[in-house]
């Protein structure tokens, strides 16, 4: 395993500039699984698979989402529904309490959501979600659509 800064995927590179940001020749040989919707996982409780509709219809829009994708949105959309439960608790009980001997506690929820908050921003930097992360990506806007080829695309199966 190679030392030193990650290898940055082509497609990211694409978005920053192109190979003449990076003065560095093209990676033709890396692999481009194809830009596909993933499934939401069953497991995923209300909250999350509310994230995940919201998440990853915006990632699609830029090209970013692939079915590869698919754990790593789960863990990030998972630790969304933990961080928005954990708070609201947190919120509801206060964040200090006081323990049995009368000294006071910070609310063990206070730390739960920290926790998740952390996993959610490990996974939405590796999905492009933060600012600083897709701080230098170029996305062209999309050409609107006519209606006739709207309508094809619906009847071969696409999605509008």
Same mark, same amino acid.
């Given at each position: 395993m190679a030392k030193g800064r990650k290898t940055i995927p082509s497609k990211i590179i694409?978005?920053?500039?192109? +190979? +003449?940001? +990076?003065?560095?020749p093209p990676r033709n040989d890396e692999p481009e699984p194809p830009e596909r919707m993933p499934s939401c996982p069953r497991h995923l409780d209300k909250e999350a698979r509310k994230e995940w509709r919201r998440t990853a219809k915006i990632l699609k829009q830029i090209g970013?989402?692939?079915?590869?994708?698919?754990?790593? &949105?789960?863990?990030?959309c998972q630790s969304w529904s933990e961080y928005v439960s954990a708070t609201l608790e947190a919120q509801r009980m206060g964040s200090v309490y006081k323990k049995s001997d009368g000294?006071?506690?910070?609310?063990?929820?206070?730390?739960?959501?920290?926790?998740?908050?952390?996993?959610?921003?490990?996974?939405?930097?590796? &999905?492009?979600?933060?600012?600083?992360?897709?701080?230098?990506?170029?996305?062209?806007?999309?050409?609107?659509?006519?209606?006739?080829?709207?309508?094809?695309?619906?009847?071969?199966?696409?999605?509008?």
């Open positions: 694409e978005l920053r500039g192109g +190979t +003449t940001h +990076t003065h560095r970013l989402l692939t079915e590869l994708d698919r754990a790593v &949105l789960t863990g990030y000294t006071p506690g910070i609310n063990p929820y206070v730390r739960l959501a920290r926790e998740a908050y952390d996993r959610m921003m490990k996974a939405a930097v590796l &999905l492009g979600l933060s600012p600083s992360s897709r701080a230098g990506l170029k996305v062209e806007k999309p050409k609107p659509q006519s209606k006739a080829a709207a309508f094809r695309e619906r009847k071969k199966g696409g999605v509008k």
